[in-house]
């Protein structure tokens, strides 16, 4: 059974000090911390006009964004479901 994904808000910093902004895929009643410790070594990030594989071993921090923080810079992030960051403690 296929489960639908939701894209969470985040700013990923590497190692080498770069940030970037983008979203994760989570399933529904799952965590981002549970993405980062599963056994893949790349995760899809989602950028505004492409996704990217993220090495996970070059990830610094890795913050999420609040609602006001998504408002803000929605020229630069993609899309999401707001609804479904409304309704869930992401």
């Given at each position: 059974?296929?489960?639908?994904?939701?894209?969470?808000?985040?700013?990923?910093?590497?190692?080498?000090?770069?940030?970037?902004?983008?979203?994760?895929?989570?399933?529904?009643?799952?965590?981002i911390?549970?993405?980062l410790?599963?056994?893949r070594s790349f995760i899809?990030?989602?950028?505004?006009?492409?996704?990217?594989?993220?090495?996970?071993?070059?990830?610094?921090?890795?913050?999420?964004?609040?609602?006001?923080?998504?408002?803000?810079?929605?020229?630069?992030?993609?899309?999401?479901?707001?609804?479904?960051?409304?309704?869930?403690?992401?």
């Open positions: 059974m296929k489960y639908p994904k939701f894209l969470v808000p985040v700013k990923a910093t590497l190692e080498n000090g770069s940030q970037h902004f983008g979203g994760v895929h989570v399933r529904q009643n799952q965590r911390l549970d993405v410790c599963d056994e899809p990030f989602k950028l505004r006009e492409r996704t990217v594989l993220l090495n996970k071993s070059k990830l610094v921090q890795l913050d999420l964004l609040d609602l006001t923080e998504i408002g803000e810079m929605k020229d630069v992030l993609p899309e999401f479901d707001l609804n479904y960051l409304n309704a869930n403690d992401w």
